[in-house]
């Protein structure tokens, strides 16, 4: 019986495992990510229509995870945020069209509106945080590169809530400002004007429909060490 269950399911199988894989295979991935796939592979009825979506689903948790895990940048990259208001979106507007094509008119009616209103709600969230001006994360400077030893990140606000904050770190090593640089180019950072500090500046770009930019600055310490200071230049 486990056989012929196993014969029976075996896409459902083979889409879940796919996704787990997709997920698992960056460690920074949210794991959130993986549950559209999940939930659709519960709720499918037949095979033809559950390895279509399923397989679109696929596609958008690749291209919600893989760019971001390889610290690429771009216009068609998603940043972070859009992983928590579009990416639910999308996703629930597919597996509502496959519910309809399955004939599941009210289930697929009610996933709609359910992920409608969670994009709306996620897009509340987004646009607060935007105007509350959230710390940047690792952004793709750590963890830095194995050639340099890195100190404790530091965090520095200014007044007010998540406001005009950036971190900084320090790394030591030969030519530890060559090495440092590579790494950032190697994570879509691209050379931008300096301030009026005239310390080499990078920045790079991700998002669909909100842009965000992320820029970092490197000063030098001394012949072998390097400060990092990157900060949310645009969101």
Same mark, same amino acid.
């Given at each position: 019986?486990?056989?012929?269950?196993?014969?029976?399911?075996?896409?459902?199988?083979?889409?879940?495992?796919?996704?787990?894989?997709?997920?698992?295979?960056?460690?920074?991935?949210?794991?959130?990510?993986?549950?559209?796939?999940?939930?659709?592979?519960?709720?499918?009825?037949?095979?033809?229509? &559950? +390895?279509? !979506?399923?397989?679109?689903? *696929?596609?958008?948790?690749? %291209?919600?995870?893989?760019?971001? #895990? /390889? @610290?690429?940048?771009?216009?068609?990259?998603?940043?972070?945020?859009?992983?928590?208001?579009?990416?639910?979106?999308?996703?629930?507007?597919?597996?509502?069209? &496959? +519910?309809? !094509?399955?004939?599941?008119? *009210?289930?697929?009616?009610? %996933?709609?509106?359910?992920?409608? #209103? /969670? @994009?709306?709600?996620?897009?509340?969230?987004?646009?607060?945080?935007?105007?509350?001006?959230?710390?940047?994360?690792?952004?793709?400077?750590?963890?830095?590169?194995?050639?340099?030893?890195?100190?404790?990140?530091?965090?520095?606000?200014?007044?007010?809530?998540?406001?005009?904050?950036?971190?900084?770190?320090?790394?030591?090593?030969?030519?530890?400002?060559?090495?440092?640089?590579?790494?950032?180019?190697?994570?879509?950072?691209?050379?931008?004007?300096?301030?009026?500090?005239?310390?080499?500046?990078?920045?790079?770009?991700?998002?669909?429909?909100?842009?965000?930019?992320?820029?970092?600055?490197?000063?030098?310490?001394?012949?072998?060490?390097?400060?990092?200071?990157?900060?949310?230049?645009?969101?």
């Amino acid at each position: 019986m486990w056989i012929t269950g196993v014969r029976t399911h075996w896409w459902r199988f083979a889409l879940a495992a796919t996704g787990l894989a997709v997920t698992g295979f960056f460690a920074d991935a949210s794991w959130y990510l993986w549950l559209p796939v999940l939930l659709w592979c519960a709720l499918a009825r037949s095979v033809r229509t &559950g +390895l279509v !979506v399923g397989l679109v689903l *696929l596609a958008l948790q690749a %291209w919600f995870v893989v760019p971001h #895990g /390889l @610290g690429w940048s771009g216009p068609w990259v998603p940043n972070a945020m859009e992983g928590y208001w579009l990416y639910p979106l999308l996703t629930g507007v597919v597996c509502s069209v &496959g +519910l309809l !094509v399955d004939g599941r008119w *009210l289930v697929g009616v009610v %996933w709609l509106a359910a992920v409608v #209103g /969670l @994009g709306l709600l996620g897009t509340a969230v987004a646009v607060l945080d935007e105007h509350e001006g959230a710390a940047p994360g690792d952004e793709g400077v750590l963890p830095g590169p194995s050639g340099l030893r890195l100190g404790n990140a530091e965090m520095r606000c200014g007044s007010g809530h998540g406001a005009n904050c950036a971190r900084q770190v320090e790394a030591t090593g030969e030519h530890a400002h060559e090495v440092m640089r590579a790494h950032l180019t190697s994570h879509g950072y691209t050379s931008a004007k300096p301030l009026s500090n005239n310390d080499e500046r990078v920045c790079r770009s991700t998002g669909l429909v909100f842009g965000r930019e992320v820029c970092a600055e490197l000063k030098d310490i001394s012949a072998t060490a390097v400060k990092v200071t990157w900060y949310v230049n645009r969101r």
